[in-house]
């Protein structure tokens, strides 16, 4: 075996002659060997440790990552760094709202009739809660020991949200003031959860005042849609005033910006904008003529064995409404604080409805008190005048048209028979023969009557069957009908009958307690009819004020010689007619019942009347749903709130 260690000479004796190898050049070439063999030895090189022809792809890939973290940086730092620099400090830096109080109420005295009170509330901020689910259900466990509020509500608070939104979650309302004091020093234990103190309406004696003035509430997906510039945890007028005068009440939120450090903890304040009060609404009520008008009302609705009853005052001088009830009442108090789904459904699953305004929105047959009107009608045309004599015999026989052996009859509320009576004799003792004739006539007289026409056309003037636009909502439009009007909503032919029962307030004629007040303050001011309004005057934050202009929406459709004649006639009804209660009063009233037939047995009772009658400050309408006879139920109740109105106004 040759020495590995010696230097093997690669050429041939002969070829190395005359050459000069160098060890150097020799140890670069030289290989180990690891037999030994007389052949010609084979040149062997190292392989190398890594293909590079394999891993060139590594490489590309290398590249292309580097490449798309370089554009990621570069838009992140330079593209997109005012909008994240903008979402950091949006994180560091809130601006949290400062809601405006509402705007009061008060009475025609300024007796203060609502106001704001402070509202401890819990908000949750979603983006600030917990990441973790376990600590979040830690942080509600915490919360739950610390207020008032069940697990139901927590979840039903919780609903859908999004825990990445910086839109606040109201999770409790109206907490107890010690509650609040107590958890306002522990919030930086319970990141994401804010206190906020909020005014909330408190309404005093809310229950002679709760239809007037309504109640606010969570404003709900709906309503926010249609107001932009309103919060999810606002609250917004649902009913009464409230809802009527939104916009007025409601004033101008502030802004508070805080800075805050992670949860949402708030570290200082860095600017203020204060809010703006909203304008304050004086009303034409009186508030003790209204605790008064409810007071009696109440008692003469029970004494009647009913459960539900409506009154209203009115200027007929400008239309401005003095009093204004509708019983069953309740109590709006509970709404402003947060109702449980307890009262509420007590409330909506009382058969007396007492949410419903049946002053403004109920609908009824007006009965009798609407021959003043048909009067006037009548007159107006030509049909009657002052010295017509109708012979009221208790009956009316109607021959068929074509057939003469068949006749309908139509009754009187006397049998008997009234005898003779001329307009204002018809009025004071509520003649149905008279009425039967003005409207429908009567052939064997020559008294071709109004027409269901015509007495629609008047019915209308009046305010009849059209929203007089009072300053509350739901105000009804009622119904008059026509012969056009029964073909289409029941497929009947019209007939003289019913134009005889529209003639005295019954059949399909429908209105509301404020339609009826309306045309008496109408006939009693001599033919002006007045848009009915509560609010007097508007007084906004900087002190300066709007009063309410009385607006006449319709006048110089009757005469004053025979709207005075309607008048004589309601006047002579508390001389000598069905109103005589009404004459020992201190002042010269005039006044006309009605007793309305429901079809199911028993009668609504009204009364209409205004005084004094010469120069009169006002007309009064009394209903009592099913309360029997308007003279026996209707004309107390009225009697007195007369006689307290004259004695304390």
């Not at 999004?162 to 306002?184: F, H, M, V």
């Not at 409601?250 to 904008?273: C, D, F, H, S, Y």
């Not at 239309?319 to 459904?345: C, T, W």
């Not at 009605?594 to 007309?619: L, M, Q, R, V």
């Amino acid at each position: 075996m040759k020495d590995p260690f010696s230097t093997p000479n690669y050429l041939s004796d002969k070829e190395s002659k005359g050459k000069k190898i160098t060890p150097s050049k020799r140890g670069d070439e030289w290989e180990e060997s690891l037999f030994e063999t007389d052949e010609e030895e084979e040149v062997r090189t190292v392989q190398p440790l890594f293909n590079y022809a394999k891993i060139k792809w590594l490489y590309l890939i290398a590249i292309l990552v580097f490449l798309v973290l370089a554009s990621r940086i570069f838009y992140l730092q330079v593209v997109a760094s005012d909008e994240f620099r903008q979402a950091a400090e949006e994180n560091r830096f809130r601006v949290h709202v400062i809601r405006a109080p509402r705007g009061i109420v008060l009475d025609s005295q300024r007796n203060l009739l609502v106001r704001n009170i402070p509202s401890f509330d819990i908000i949750a901020i979603p983006a600030d809660l917990p990441k973790d689910e376990n600590d979040r259900r830690q942080l509600w466990s915490t919360l739950m020991s610390k207020i008032d509020i069940s697990q139901d509500e927590l979840n039903q608070a919780l609903l859908d949200i999004n825990y990445t939104s910086w839109q606040p979650i109201l999770i409790k309302k109206g907490i107890l003031r010690d509650q609040a004091l107590i958890l306002e020093t522990q919030l930086q234990d319970l990141p994401g959860i804010v206190l906020e103190k909020n005014p909330i309406r408190e309404y005093s004696e809310a229950e002679f005042f709760a239809h007037i003035l309504g109640y606010t509430g969570k404003i709900s997906q709906e309503e926010l849609e249609k107001r932009e510039d309103y919060l999810l945890n606002d609250y917004i007028g649902k009913s009464g005033l409230e809802l009527y005068y939104e916009d007025t009440l409601r004033g101008k939120n502030g802004k508070e910006q805080v800075e805050v450090a992670a949860g949402g903890k708030q570290e200082r304040i860095l600017a203020t904008e204060e809010p703006i009060t909203g304008s304050d609404l004086v009303l034409s009520i009186e508030r003790d003529l209204q605790k008064k008008m409810h007071e009696l009302l109440k008692n003469g609705m029970v004494k009647a064995g009913s459960s539900k009853a409506a009154a209203i005052a009115l200027d007929p001088r400008n239309g401005e409404i003095l009093g204004i009830v509708s019983l069953p009442s309740y109590d709006n108090n509970l709404f402003a604080k947060g109702i449980s789904e307890e009262d509420y459904q007590r409330l909506a699953q009382d058969q007396d409805r007492p949410l419903f305004s049946r002053d403004i929105s109920g609908t009824y047959p007006p009965g009798s008190t609407i021959k003043p009107v048909m009067a006037a009608a009548g007159l107006q045309e030509g049909v009657i005048t002052r010295n017509t004599i109708i012979n009221d015999t208790g009956v009316i026989t109607v021959p068929h048209e074509y057939n003469p052996d068949i006749t309908y009859t139509y009754y009187g509320w006397a049998r008997g028979g009234l005898g003779p009576m001329n307009v204002i004799s018809a009025i004071a003792k509520s003649s149905d023969i008279y009425f039967y004739t003005v409207g429908g006539g009567q052939e064997s007289l020559g008294i071709k009557g109004l027409g269901a026409e015509k007495i629609a056309e008047y019915f209308k003037k009046f305010g009849l069957e059209s929203k007089l636009g009072i300053d509350l909502p739901n105000e009804a439009e009622g119904l008059v009908p026509t012969p056009e009007w029964k073909e289409k909503a029941k497929g009947e032919m019209w007939y003289l009958g019913n134009t005889y029962h529209e003639s005295i307030g019954q059949g399909d004629v429908l209105v509301s307690p404020l339609q009826v007040v309306s045309w008496t303050a109408t006939i009693a001011n001599g033919g002006r009819l007045y848009k009915p309004h509560l609010v007097r005057q508007i007084i906004n934050p900087d002190g300066s004020t709007q009063n309410t202009q009385p607006e006449v929406i319709r006048s110089d459709f009757i005469s004053s010689y025979n709207i005075n004649l309607a008048r004589q006639g309601m006047r002579e009804a508390v001389l000598s007619g069905s109103s005589v209660a009404l004459t020992d009063l201190p002042i010269a009233a005039a006044g006309k019942t009605g007793t309305a037939e429901t079809g199911k047995g028993t009668t609504h009772a009204w009364f209409i009347c205004f005084a004094p009658y010469e120069n009169p400050e006002i007309a009064l309408v009394v209903l009592i749903e099913k309360g029997g006879e308007g003279h026996e139920t209707a004309v107390p109740i009225a009697k007195e709130i007369l006689k307290w109105w004259f004695e304390n106004k």
